[in-house]
């Protein structure tokens, strides 16, 4: 698990890589905070993709942590060169890397979460590793609910376990995971992996679709969950 930290005090010491930090936040943000209407899909994808599995978790207790990601109420994300806000206050953002897909047990997801809030992490970084949710070209996407592959699981324990989510869908994830989380038949395709192959664009806008159908149910602006960022 990789971590990170951003923080404004050493920004006010560093004055040149706080103005690079700043230019890296709003070139992220540029990106990910209008993650609002870029994950407007249709309400059918998410339905389609939805779980109501959280009893598939047993052998933890929840910790019932209150914070802006579960009170299901909509709050406001913004940011300048120093930090991020939620409804004008400050966050330093603490966060750690998690791949979810080598922890087979949803149980032990539950059991990083609040390991990570036990050292002082508020976040976790998600990659979503497409090849493992789908493995035939134009086949069905697999998010079977109380699996490894359940995404709107592994998003309900981060909030539950009072984590902000930084989801990173990709499509190329790298991760040190094949094709860097690229499904395997995308190696058929003589466009290259990442390029603007016109059939690689097109799997990747349909796996987007699907993988932000569920992360757009857990945003923090609306309510819906604890995912601030959805970065590529």
Not at 17 to 35: E, F, S, V, Y
Not at 151 to 156: E, R
Not at 179 to 191: C, D, I, Q, R, T
Request: net charge neutral; hydrophobic share 40%; glycine share 10%.
């Amino acid at each position: 698990m990789t971590g990170y930290f951003y923080s404004p005090h050493s920004a006010r010491a560093q004055p040149r890589r706080n103005r690079l930090l700043g230019r890296a936040i709003a070139a992220i943000c540029g990106m990910a905070l209008t993650a609002t209407g870029l994950l407007n899909v249709p309400a059918t994808i998410a339905a389609d993709t939805q779980s109501s599995v959280m009893d598939s978790v047993t052998k933890y207790t929840p910790s019932r942590i209150t914070f802006p990601g579960n009170d299901r109420q909509p709050h406001e994300v913004s940011f300048d060169v120093r930090s991020f806000k939620i409804d004008g206050e400050r966050i330093n953002i603490w966060s750690g890397e998690f791949h979810y897909w080598r922890l087979l047990d949803v149980n032990g997801w539950c059991d990083i979460f609040q390991k990570m809030r036990a050292h002082g992490y508020n976040a976790v970084s998600l990659y979503l590793f497409w090849g493992l949710h789908q493995s035939e070209e134009n086949g069905p996407f697999d998010f079977s609910p109380g699996t490894v592959k359940d995404l709107d699981l592994l998003l309900s324990l981060a909030e539950e376990e009072g984590l902000y989510v930084i989801a990173r869908p990709g499509p190329y994830v790298n991760a040190e995971i094949s094709m860097g989380g690229l499904p395997a038949y995308m190696s058929n395709y003589g466009g290259g992996l990442r390029s603007m192959d016109s059939k690689a664009l097109a799997a990747s806008e349909s796996w987007l679709t699907v993988a932000n159908a569920i992360i757009s149910k857990h945003q923090v602006t609306d309510g819906g969950g604890s995912v601030l960022l959805s970065t590529k």
